[in-house]
């Protein structure tokens, strides 16, 4: 038998109120077509194992996301540009998987964990990439602000072009300027683009 977590209730309870059927929708869902699932609460959001993570949710202010562990495995389509997961942002159930779907994606992930079956790691004799170039907007806004370009400065290779790559995907100038007035705060405070999905 699986497990609820009560840990997860509390978060559903406290989301958003256009979340919370999506992230029931999702939950019912894994423990539909995985009785032995176990919740449990990681990084800040409510996890779902079995035989090792199997998926993931979370909300966040304007839409939810939803993915699985192994999902680079069988979702070779996924629209993983913007959200965390592999369904981009879903701010309502219509946009989420459907019920077919997501049980047929449930099983594949299932069967993954049963096999043991592990995603592919890189391998270290890989030629590096070559270092993200610095926007002009961004170097003007980091010569303005000494202690995001001090924490920029000391970012990894991947933690700039992570930033770099967000400013420089939107396709509007005024989500570009938005996303760098965001980036600049965020650097400030010493955090990596991703930093909320890294809190534990």
């Not at 096999?115 to 002009?136: L, M």
């Not at 170097?139 to 303005?144: F, G, T, W």
């Not at 400013?167 to 760098?180: C, D, I, S, V, Y």
């Amino acid at each position: 038998m699986g497990t609820r977590d009560p840990r997860v209730d509390a978060y559903i309870a406290r989301s958003a109120e256009f979340a919370r059927p999506i992230l029931e929708y999702l939950r019912e869902a894994v423990h539909q077509h995985c009785p032995e699932v176990q919740e449990t609460i990681k990084w800040s959001s409510p996890f779902f194992d079995y035989r090792g993570p199997l998926c993931h949710m979370a909300a966040f202010k304007q839409h939810c996301a939803f993915g699985f562990w192994k999902g680079a495995l069988f979702l070779a389509d996924a629209k993983n540009a913007e959200a965390m997961g592999q369904f981009g942002r879903i701010t309502a159930i219509k946009e989420a998987p459907g019920r077919k779907v997501l049980a047929g994606y449930i099983r594949q992930a299932m069967k993954l964990n049963e096999d043991g079956v592990q995603p592919a790691r890189k391998t270290k004799d890989a030629a590096p990439r070559p270092p993200a170039e610095v926007p002009g907007d961004l170097a003007a806004a980091l010569e303005k602000n000494r202690k995001a370009a001090a924490v920029f400065a000391a970012f990894s290779p991947s933690n700039k072009r992570e930033y770099i790559e967000w400013l420089t995907e939107a396709k509007r100038e005024e989500t570009r300027q938005k996303r760098l007035a965001q980036a600049v705060e965020w650097m400030a405070e010493g955090k990596p683009r991703n930093w909320k999905y890294m809190q534990g």
